[in-house]
């Protein structure tokens, strides 16, 4: 897909759009005098999940069953689970035909494997949710609401979580640092439970970097952004699948991704160091021409020297760091402008 696919406009709900090789068979919804009913897809990232997720699926499903008016589609990412999670899932897509199982070959973590279930997902809206009940089944249908009523992309925010008080602090400060070092309006607390309008979704699958923080990359793209507000529950079962390893390197993705803040410093810093250094400089030639008598042989050389180069360093990296910057935004490869729609001109044959 490129820039220059674009579709004609999409309302909302809107129908989906046609993808090559997912064709959607639509049975009885197509059928004159019926409207056709919204189809929800849901992404499910699931990593060592074995002792929550039939409890999960059954409180999800459950939701749907009081939602007639919606067509729900379940996409389960197997992120290399070790346990048996696999297996409870593929006993789930005997039984239930809205369920998908895309299993990975190994773990690649849980922002790659919500990227896997958006490219399959075929749904007019997309949900991605953590399949650990801590984000709540039912919240998923107030996002809907939310779609229907116009918005594009809808962020579940957190208004209270029940996680440990080391987690709650670090994600707290993480987020308003972020937000700060970046020109992004990154929304605070909020992680990845959202909902996208199938047209962000096909715009979402465009961004190709490797290193993703799929939140940033959503609150990056525009559109009508809303927001609805949750209490975040427990873990149902297991523990954390994001250990403090994996929550530094997603945190350090999220700054870097959306920012060269830290190459910018060394360039600021360069300047202050060749500052500081042309001082040290001029104070080693004051001395020696003016107290000869306390200055030992041979400092001022060695002063004038080491400052000149320390701080030509520092600003040569600095200037290093502004190409480096450069050339990582363009390995990053991100489209260069998202379209909503297209108004006006020949109609489309639809
Ligand atoms: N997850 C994943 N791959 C990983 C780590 C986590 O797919 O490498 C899934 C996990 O099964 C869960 C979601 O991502 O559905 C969020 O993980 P977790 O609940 O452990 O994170 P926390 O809520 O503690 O931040
Ligand atoms: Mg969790």
Known sequence: ?????????????????????????????????????????Y???????????????AELT??????????????????GSSDGSLALLTALADKDDRVKVVDF??????????????????????????????????????????WRQGAEIVHARRRSRQDTLFKRGTAHL???????????????????????????????RKYRERSRFVRGIVASMGYRQSEVAFDRDERFAGETKYPLRKMARLAVDG????????LKMI??????????????????LAMKAFRPDITVSGWTMLMVVTLFLGGTQ?????????????????AQGRPLYLVREVIGGPKADD
């Open 1 to 41: 897909m490129t820039q220059q696919d674009i579709r004609p406009p999409v309302h909302i709900p809107s129908r989906p759009l046609e993808r090559a090789g997912t064709e959607r068979d639509e049975p009885a919804r197509t059928e004159p005098g019926r409207v056709r009913r919204p189809l929800i897809s």
């Open 43 to 57: 992404v499910l990232p699931v990593y060592n999940e074995q002792d929550g997720i039939a409890a999960f699926h």
């Open 62 to 79: 459950a939701a749907l069953d009081g939602r007639p008016d919606l067509d729900a589609e379940l996409v389960y990412v197997n992120d």
């Open 105 to 146: 070959a190994r773990n690649f973590g849980h922002q790659i494997a919500i990227t896997a279930g958006l490219d399959l997902a075929t749904g007019d809206a997309v949900i991605v949710m953590d399949t650990d009940l801590q984000d709540p089944p039912r919240v998923s249908l107030e996002l809907v609401d939310a």
């Open 174 to 204: 993480y987020y308003r640092v972020l937000r700060s070092s970046t020109d992004v309006d990154i929304p605070l607390d909020t992680g990845d439970f959202r909902l996208l309008d199938r047209r962000v979704a096909d715009e979402l």
């Open 255 to 262: 700054v870097t991704s959306f920012s060269t803040a830290p």
């Open 267 to 284: 360039t600021r810093l360069g300047f202050v160091v060749l500052a500081l250094s042309l001082a040290g400089i001029l104070y080693a």
């Open 314 to 330: 520092m600003l040569s990296l600095g200037v290093l760091g502004s190409y480096v910057g450069r050339i990582y935004s363009e």
